[in-house]
C-alpha cells in the first residue's frame, strides 16, 4: 500500500521567512495530493491541494509542487506569519477513495 | 449546517470494554472514514465506506470494527478496548469530485486505562 513520509518533523521560522516542507511517496498510482493543517486542539483543514496532471499550484502565500518522476511533492508557505504556526500533513491518494498521510510537521513561526 | 458531528468528544474506558464512536454527516457525501491520530505517527486510516453499504479496511483495523449504517452515519466500534487504543480518533467524509477534499469532525479523545 501507499507509504508517505514528510521532513522535516519540526520546523522554527522567523516571522517574514519561507517555509518548505517536503514528502515522498511510494505508489506511483497516486494522483491525488492534499495539504491539510492543523491548529493545536482543532480539526484538520484543507489548505490546498494538486492533482497529478499539474506540476505546481498557488493560492496567495502557498504553492505546492509535484515531482511524478521522482514521487516527491513539497508545500512552501512565504512571508510566513504566526498563525501559520500549526501542523501540517502532507497526503496521497490513489483513485480518490482514501488518503494516506504522512506523519506531520510542526510549524512554529516566531514573530 | 452542522457537517460532520461527532460523538462523545471525550471518553475514558476500562481495558476490556467496548464502546461505539458515533459520526454523522449531512453534505450528502458519499464516502466516508475513520482515523487515529497519535503523535509522530499522523492520521492513520482505520476503516472506510467507499459508498453506503460498502466498508474496507486501512492502514490499521485490527481491534475495531464499522458500521455504515446509511449514507449520513458511519459507527466505529470498540469490542475490547486495549491501551493501545488511546488516542485521538476523526472521523471524515467526502465526495466523489474531491472539490473540497475531506471535511473532518471535531474528534473523540478515547483514554484506555
Known sequence: GENVEQHPSTLSVQEGDSAV??????DSASNYFPWYKQELGKRPQLIIDIRSNVGEKKDQRIAVTLNKTAKHFSLHITETQPEDSAVYFCAASTSYD??????????SVIP | NAGVT???KFQVLKTGQSMTLQCAQDMNHNSMYWYRQDP??????????????????GEVPNGYNVSRLNKREFSLRLESAAPSQTSVYFCASSDYSWVDGYTFGSGTRLTVV
Not at chain 1, 516542507?21 to 511510494?26: E, F, L, M, N, P
Not at chain 2, 492520521?43 to 453499504?53: C, D, H, Q
Open chain 1, 21 to 26: 516542507i517536503k514528502c515522498t511517496y511510494s
Open chain 1, 98 to 107: 482514501k488518503v494516506i498521510f504522512g506523519p506531520g510537521t510542526s510549524l
Open chain 2, 6 to 8: 461527532q460523538t462523545p
Open chain 2, 40 to 57: 509522530g505517527m499522523g492520521l492513520r486510516l482505520i476503516y472506510y465506506s467507499a459508498s453506503e453499504g460498502t466498508t474496507d479496511k
